[in-house]
């Protein structure tokens, strides 16, 4: 189980996974726009907990690299699935989908704050 969760490729396996699931359901619902962001959300959420299962990996520039490689795959999903899933194009979604700047943010951010406590974590 360990194996499963300080692994950036199963994190990010799991990602792609619940984002289709849920696309899937909003697009059964004929909610196109709450799948839209819902992809978004999911990306977060791999950022937050990416950052926080870094903080106690023993390899943090191998792991870094492999999560970033897999944060650039789940963007790209992201942007393709919520498309192709929903049939929502993004001259219908309109200013909404700056949404996807959001996780482009927040990912440098995390690996920041997580490389902060992970050095306070190996002073004291």
Same mark, same amino acid.
């Given at each position: 189980?360990?194996?499963?969760?300080? *692994?950036?490729?199963?994190?990010?396996?799991?990602?792609?996974? !619940?984002?289709?699931?849920?696309?899937?359901? &909003?697009?059964?619902?004929?909610?196109?726009?709450?799948?839209? *962001?819902?992809?978004?959300?999911?990306?977060?959420?791999?950022?937050?907990? *990416?950052?926080?299962?870094?903080?106690?990996?023993?390899?943090?520039?191998?792991?870094?690299?492999?999560?970033?490689?897999? !944060?650039?795959?789940?963007?790209?999903?992201?942007?393709?699935?919520?498309?192709?899933?929903?049939?929502?194009?993004?001259?219908?979604?309109?200013? *909404?989908?700056?949404? &996807?700047?959001?996780?482009?943010?927040?990912?440098?951010?995390?690996?920041?704050?997580?490389?902060?406590?992970?050095?306070?974590?190996?002073?004291?």
């Amino acid at each position: 189980m360990r194996e499963l969760l300080f *692994n950036p490729l199963y994190q990010g396996l799991f990602t792609v996974a !619940f984002m289709l699931l849920l696309l899937l359901i &909003f697009r059964v619902t004929g909610k196109p726009i709450a799948g839209w *962001n819902s992809t978004v959300l999911i990306v977060i959420l791999y950022c937050l907990v *990416n950052a926080g299962v870094g903080i106690s990996v023993s390899d943090i520039w191998v792991y870094t690299l492999k999560s970033l490689g897999v !944060f650039l795959l789940l963007m790209f999903f992201a942007v393709f699935f919520a498309g192709l899933i929903t049939r929502m194009s993004y001259e219908e979604f309109g200013d *909404n989908a700056m949404i &996807f700047v959001a996780p482009v943010i927040i990912y440098p951010v995390t690996v920041l704050l997580g490389a902060i406590i992970r050095l306070f974590k190996s002073l004291f």
